[in-house]
Structures are given as structure tokens and as C-alpha cells.
């Protein structure tokens, strides 16, 4: 049997590794897939757990308060070597672009499994920005064995580092699987709390807002609440709704500098299928998320993102979302330009869906099986 190991830690790993568990699980005949959380994230993660029923079979608990990325990659190398030892994975599966993702690629090359990397070759080039999440996916990728691009541009991407051709996969994102299997389950059942949100928000229109990046952390947020700020007392029949990211160093000025507007609503990080609601029933978007990004396309929502670059290029040139970085100008006057243009919001909320058709999950699945296929019919003729 093929042994497999899938590793997450972070709200959005989890969300677009949920389908691919769910995915490989359904094949217990060929391989046998286990899940292992860092939980880099800890509240954030096991709403997302919670939603897609998936139980890890490995959990270091590692969050800590305000944690650094030099505690938190030691802490995740060294906590996986006990799992490598004890499962001995063929392969390893990781995500992104996050620190989990890293620092997992890294230990699972030191115990010599293959490594396969999910949303592959998304690039700025720039090690600022994201960061440090640009220079972590550079690092996966050049641990990685096999590549899963999620877009053309992704693998052309990786084509240009050299990464060979046969070792990637254009797969689509999953992230679309998921949005694709929790539409579903929302619609059968929306749950109380979306109810109770609904009726807070008595039919005013809402402006959608999520922050968290590290490069925007101290000036950047201070200039993104003084945007929020004008455009919320300019507007009092809308309502900007921004469930605020847990980060100590997001939490302090968002609730500082917000907390005492009426037409404001600060609420805790959504369980994902309520803010898939909550995505559905905004008008727009303000975000700096990678995720957000991607499915808010599939939703029809125009984004502006609180950004200076984006290794998601492919909304911007379809239209849907436009760059603002964190200048308090710009992102006052594109959202009042959506608010009050008719066309230009017309122009950016028709949908497109750039990142993938919802079949991401069977295509690696499919890749993985070939793969075992083959190297079980070598076996077979060398013995
Ligand atoms: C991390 C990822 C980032 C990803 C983001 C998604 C890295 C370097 N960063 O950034 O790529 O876009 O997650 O949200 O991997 N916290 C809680 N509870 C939680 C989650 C976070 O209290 O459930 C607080 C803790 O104090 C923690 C802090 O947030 O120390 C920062 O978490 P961390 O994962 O280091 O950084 P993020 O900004 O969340
Ligand atoms: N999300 C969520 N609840 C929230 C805000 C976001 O479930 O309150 C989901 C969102 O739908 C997307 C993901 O979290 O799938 C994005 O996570 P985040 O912005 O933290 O990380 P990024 O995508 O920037 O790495």
C-alpha cells in the first residue's frame, strides 16, 4: 500500500486540503492517507476542521501567541521528524506557501520522501512581498518532486526555474473543490449564526473586508482603518463588515481605530462555509487574502486588494480585481468609484473563474495512481 502523508497548518492550507483528504481517502484500496496538523494556527484551523469533518491523525499544537517565524520553522522541523520515523510516508503533500508548508518540504526531504507541492509556481519575484510567503514557495518548490500549478502561468512559471517539465501538473486551485462541496452543504443547511448576521445586516448593503498580511502590519493597517473609517461615515446606509484576523498585530489597530463606528461591524474570524455566505451577500471586496482573491471570482464579487503586488495575476487581467495597495486615497476612491459607477462594477462583478473547475482534487489523485501504477508494474518486472 502507498503511504501518504497530507500536512496543513493555517486556515487557508486547511480549506484547500480538505477536498484533496476527502479525495484520496475515497481510494482506501491503494493508498493509505494520514493527516498531519502543525497547527500554526489553532482556533482558525479547527473551524475548518470542524466544517469538513476530517480528524487529524497527528497534532503538534504548535501556535503560540505572537509567534516568530524563526520559533515556528525550528518547532516544525524538529516535531515532524518523530512522525517521519514512525509512519515513514512515501509521499508528503504540502501547500502553498506558508511556513508549515516549508518547513514540512524541508523535513520530509531530510527523511527522504517524496515531496508534492499544492498551488505551485505562483511568483512576484519580489522576497519582500509577499513575505515571507514569496520566498517560502520558492523553497518548497525547489524541495519539491512534483508540482501542482494551479494555472498556466503557474507552470510556465516554474518552466522558467528549470523545474522539469514531467514533474508538473496542471491541476487547477483547489480551493475551488472546496468552495464547489461547502456551497453545497450551505444551501441545505445555512446554519443559526448566518441567520442572526443576516438580520443584523436588515437588508443594507455590505462592504466585505479581511487583512492580515505581515508586510502591511504597523503603517499599512493604520492607513487601511483611516480608509474604512471615511468611507463608512460617508456612506451610513452601507455596512462594512470585516471579521478580524486572531494576529495580536491585526487585532490592536483594527479595534483601536474602528471599534467605536456604528456602521462598522468587527466580528470573529467565520467558520468558512458562514463566510461563504457572507461573501455572496457583499457587494464588494477589500482584502489583502490570497484565497479571497481566488474564489471571489467564482462568487462574481469585484476585489480591490490592499496589495502592492500579487502572485495571482490572471483576476486582475480578467478584470474582477483591481490592485490598491495600502494608500488610504486609492482605496477610498476605488470603492466609491464601484459604489456610484454602475458599469465599472457591472464590468468587474461579471463572473470569471480563472483558478479552476472544481476538479483539481481528482486530477492529483489520478497523477499520484499513474505514478504507483507504474512504479508497481517496474517492480513486478525487475523481480
Ligand atoms: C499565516 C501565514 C500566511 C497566511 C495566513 C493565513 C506564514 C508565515 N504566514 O499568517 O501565509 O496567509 O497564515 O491566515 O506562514 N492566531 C491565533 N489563532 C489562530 C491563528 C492565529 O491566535 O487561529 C494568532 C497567534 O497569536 C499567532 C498569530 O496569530 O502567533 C500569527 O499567526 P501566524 O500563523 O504566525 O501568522 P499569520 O499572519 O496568521
Ligand atoms: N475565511 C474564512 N473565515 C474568515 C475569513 C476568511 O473562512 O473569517 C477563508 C476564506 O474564504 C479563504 C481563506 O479563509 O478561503 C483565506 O484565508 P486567509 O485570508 O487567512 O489566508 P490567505 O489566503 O491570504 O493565505
Known amino acids: 500500500m502507498t503511504k501518504i502523508l497530507i500536512v496543513f497548518g493555517t486556515r487557508p492550507e486547511a480549506i484547500k ?9 475515497k481510494e482506501p484500496g491503494i493508498f493509505e492517507t494520514r493527516v498531519a496538523v502543525t497547527a500554526q494556527h489553532r482556533e482558525m484551523l479547527d473551524q475548518v476542521l470542524d466544517f469538513f469533518e ?5 497534532d503538534l499544537n504548535l501556535m503560540k501567541p505572537n509567534q516568530t517565524l524563526h520559533g515556528l520553522t525550528a518547532a516544525i522541523i524538529t516535531e515532524m521528524q518523530p512522525i517521519f520515523e514512525e509512519y515513514h510516508p512515501d509521499h508528503v503533500f504540502v ?14 526531504f531530510y527523511s527522504s520522501a517524496k515531496v508534492h507541492h499544492i498551488e505551485a509556481g505562483l511568483r512576484t519575484w519580489n522576497k519582500q512581498s509577499p513575505f515571507p510567503e514569496e520566498m517560502n514557495r520558492q523553497v518548497t518548490g525547489r524541495i519539491a518532486d512534483y508540482h501542482y500549478a494551479p494555472t498556466k502561468r503557474a507552470k510556465e512559471n516554474l518552466i522558467k526555474e528549470n523545474i522539469p517539465v514531467d514533474s508538473i501538473v496542471q491541476t487547477g486551485n483547489t480551493v475551488i473543490d472546496a468552495l464547489h462541496y461547502s456551497i453545497e452543504k450551505i444551501e441545505k443547511d445555512p446554519g443559526n449564526e448566518v441567520q442572526n448576521l443576516d438580520a443584523q445586516l436588515g437588508g443594507k448593503e455590505v462592504i466585505l473586508v479581511t487583512g492580515h498580511r505581515r508586510e502591511n502590519h504597523g503603517q499599512g493597517f493604520k492607513r487601511i482603518c483611516k480608509a474604512l473609517k471615511v468611507i463608512a461615515r460617508e456612506q451610513p446606509d ?6 478580524v484576523h486572531l ?5 490592536e489597530p483594527v479595534n483601536r481605530i474602528l471599534g467605536e463606528v456604528s456602521n462598522i461591524l468587527l466580528i470573529d474570524p467565520l467558520p468558512y462555509q458562514d463566510f461563504i455566505w457572507l461573501m455572496n451577500r457583499s457587494k464588494i471586496i477589500i482584502t489583502d487574502s490570497g484565497g479571497i482573491q481566488e474564489e471571489a471570482p467564482s462568487l462574481g464579487k469585484p476585489v480591490l486588494v490592499m496589495r502592492e503586488t500579487t502572485e495571482r495575476p490572471e483576476a486582475v487581467e480578467t478584470g474582477t480585481v483591481v490592485m490598491v495597495g495600502t494608500d488610504s486615497k486609492k482605496i477610498y476612491t476605488e470603492t466609491i468609484n464601484l459604489l456610484t459607477d454602475t458599469e465599472k ?4 462583478s461579471a463572473l470569471h473563474n480563472p483558478y479552476g473547475d472544481g476538479q483539481a482534487c481528482n486530477r492529483i489523485v489520478d497523477h499520484l495512481t499513474n505514478l504507483t501504477e507504474k512504479a508497481n508494474k517496474f517492480t513486478e518486472a525487475t523481480v
Open 17 to 25: 486540503m480538505a477536498p484533496l483528504v476527502k479525495a484520496f481517502l
Open 95 to 108: 501547500h502553498g506557501d506558508t511556513t508549515t508548508s516549508m518547513a514540512t518540504a524541508m523535513a520530509a
Open 345 to 348: 462594477f457591472d464590468i468587474m
Open 247 to 251: 494576529n495580536p498585530k491585526v487585532q
Open 238 to 243: 452601507i455596512f462594512i463588515v470585516y471579521p
Open 54 to 58: 476530517i480528524v487529524p491523525d497527528y
